[in-house]
């Protein structure tokens, strides 16, 4: 069992920078997949970044490549999500989850564990 509590959230201009953490409690985070989704207004639950377990490999949604950065720190059991150059399209609530599958397909349902959530909001 894996507890993930997201924080950093907030309001923004466009053009600046935020960062958000995922502090997990529980054992073994070091043996998970993890990643960021986000959910904006309206609209599904959409992949953002992914980290291998080890943070050998990351992967990025087109929209956030070269803007978004994915990092872990595993002898502190958390995970970060540096976001730049901030857009109004990037408003939305933002999770973390853990997974364990051998062939992640960067989909929700890839997803064991989830946080609640935190909000970003980027008025245009």
């Known amino acids: 069992q894996v507890q993930l509590v997201e924080s950093g959230g907030g309001l923004v201009q466009a053009g600046e920078s935020l960062r958000l953490s995922c502090t997990a409690s529980?054992?073994?985070?070091?043996?998970?997949?993890m990643a960021w989704f986000r959910q904006r207004p309206g609209k599904e639950r959409d992949f953002v970044a992914r980290?291998?377990?080890?943070?050998?490999?990351?992967y990025y949604a087109d929209s956030v490549k070269g803007r978004f950065t994915v990092s872990r720190n595993n002898f502190e059991n958390t995970m970060y999500l540096q976001m730049t150059s901030l857009k109004p399209e990037d408003t939305a609530v933002y999770y973390c989850?853990?997974?364990?599958?051998?062939?992640?397909?960067?989909?929700?349902?890839?997803?064991?564990?989830w946080g609640e959530g935190t909000l970003v909001t980027v008025p245009s």
């Open positions: 529980g054992r073994a985070f070091s043996t998970y997949t």
């Open positions: 989850a853990a997974g364990r599958r051998p062939d992640f397909q960067n989909s929700p349902s890839d997803m064991d564990y």
């Open positions: 980290i291998s377990s080890r943070g050998t490999y990351t």
